[in-house]
């Protein structure tokens, strides 16, 4: 029974909690932002003390969750570097500085003026979030996590990064973006 409830549920043996959320750190969508968490020091402190414990880090992140939030931050900051007076003034200079193909034009052929509601929606649907730049996502959350568990004393030969991993459809609703935290034999 012990052995199968390692191999099952290795941080169960540690933490004595079946809860699947022991086994992962949360994020918010679209962010690589570590919240303090007191699971990051008691992991450490697992580490430190089970010489023949290994962890392995496998960030998470979700192509249809978390692409209109990147598209969101990439025009906030699009925005912001217009440097105007007034976020309506921002957004009209940046949508007349962009090439669109599906701008709409007036009868003259120039760029029609539209309302902040649409030329939002254009110059949104502009930014591709491509596999890529979630899987950097991704491991650029286990990485957060590894610096912050070695910032606490965990043996840094003892904890790695695997390779990354998007959301498809297999995916629930209830899911939500994280690092897994895998438990091994050193």
């Known amino acids: 029974n012990l052995i199968g409830k390692a191999l099952t549920s290795p941080f169960a043996l540690f933490t004595g909690s079946d809860a699947p959320e022991e086994a992962e750190i949360a994020f918010s969508a679209g962010s690589a932002e570590l919240a303090a968490s007191p699971k990051l020091d008691r992991i450490a402190q697992l580490l430190a003390d089970k010489p023949g414990v290994q962890l392995t880090l496998t960030g998470w992140a979700d192509p249809v969750g978390e692409g209109q939030v ?12 217009e440097n105007a007076a007034t ?21 003259l052929g120039l760029a029609k003026d539209l309302p902040p ?28 996590v590894r610096d912050a568990l070695l910032a606490r004393g965990a043996p840094n030969a003892r904890v790695f990064v ?6 498809d459809e297999t995916c629930d609703a209830a899911w939500h973006p994280h690092v897994e935290l895998s438990l091994g034999a050193h």
């Not at 309506?88 to 034009?105: G, S, V």
């Not at 929606?121 to 950097?136: C, F, I, K, P």
């Not at 695997?162 to 959301?167: E, Q």
Request: one cysteine or more; glycine letters at 2%; charged letters at 30%.
């Open 162 to 167: 695997a390779a990354p991993k998007l959301c």
């Open 87 to 107: 976020p309506d003034e921002a957004l009209r200079r940046l949508y007349q500085a962009t090439k669109l193909p599906n701008k709409p034009k007036n009868l």
């Open 117 to 144: 509601a649409q030329m939002r929606g254009l110059l949104l649907g502009s930014y591709a979030v491509d596999d890529e730049t979630l899987r950097q996502l991704a491991v650029a959350r286990a990485v957060a």
């Open 70 to 81: 990147l598209r969101e931050q990439r025009l906030a900051e699009a925005l912001k570097a």
